[in-house]
């Protein structure tokens, strides 16, 4: 039988509740696919900080490498908002993708036929939309040195702060090589999105995408300033394929597809480098509001397991196994609360977190 090391890394306010029903989907998606799944946790973030005094402690780090493949709820929290940013539950987030050297972050946002009223956009314009946001993950100003605070001014109002926006040719390379493979399994459309009048990174970096471009003729490649690329996602959605872009607007740009598809409760991620190591998370927060309250939407995390038995595991037929029972769950009409009609389905009772993850369960 073959076995597979699965740490998991709940974290802080919804995490545990979502990673622990994605659990449970594993445990019986490996009893019915006749795999071994070793199961660990640890601990990152919050949950970390209030035990290490540390958001990323060694040891997770250490368990994580050893691992095919980490699966993570969320991190944060009011709980520790007070905290400087080098200390916050965010950094061990940060940490874990750059020390493991996860650089390539898989966002794709697409539209369930069951659920094209639950975007606050018309269904004419979202019914068609299936896209992937490849997201540079370990690069831009998320790390960018120096970065701080100049506090030596004498007046407070001289006071300032900076960050440092830097991507080498190699880091641009080896994310947009990836972006072309995607796009050349998906409809062969690139879109590249950067800020080329304004910023040099992006002047390089469409540089980059355009040398790469001449490799894969079979791909029609755009280019749109981030601007525009947030204007055109929401004009028409569904005329985008793939697109890949850099760390912070990646971040942005994926919010904004998951009002697309209706929620940001159903988007899964993947953080990737070269060998098929990954970090899996959905892209929603930790939510503070909602913890505790069984009130959280388990999918995204589901989802997100799947993707990691697919991309590390190559686990390809468990995976779309636990796809079909997401979408057979959403078809038959069941909701979580995040996922009622815009319109107002003031009939429809919101289902809760453990309730949604049984039934996707009931449908494997
Ligand atoms: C995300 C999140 C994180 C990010 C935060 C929590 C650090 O917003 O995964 O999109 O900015 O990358
Ligand atoms: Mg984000």
Redesign the pocket.
Known sequence: MKEFNILLLPGDGIGPEVTAQAELVLQHIAEIHKFNLRLKHGLIGGAAIDEHNDPCPQETLAVAEESDGILLGAVGGPKWDGLPLNERPEKGLLRIRSELGFFANYRPAKVYASLANASPLRSELTKDVDILILRELTGGLYFGEPRGRDTSADAVEDTFAYNTLRYSRKEIERLVTLAFTAAKQRDNRLCSVDKANVLETSVLWREVVNELAKDHPEVTVSHLYVDNAAMQLVRAPASFDVIVTENLFG??L??LAAQLVGSIGILPSASLRKDSKGLYEP?H?SAPDIAGKNQANPLAAILSAAMMLRYSLQLDEAADHIEAAVTKTLDSGIRSADLLDQDGDSNKQPIGCKELAEAVINNL
């Open positions: 971040d942005i994926s919010d892209v927060g």
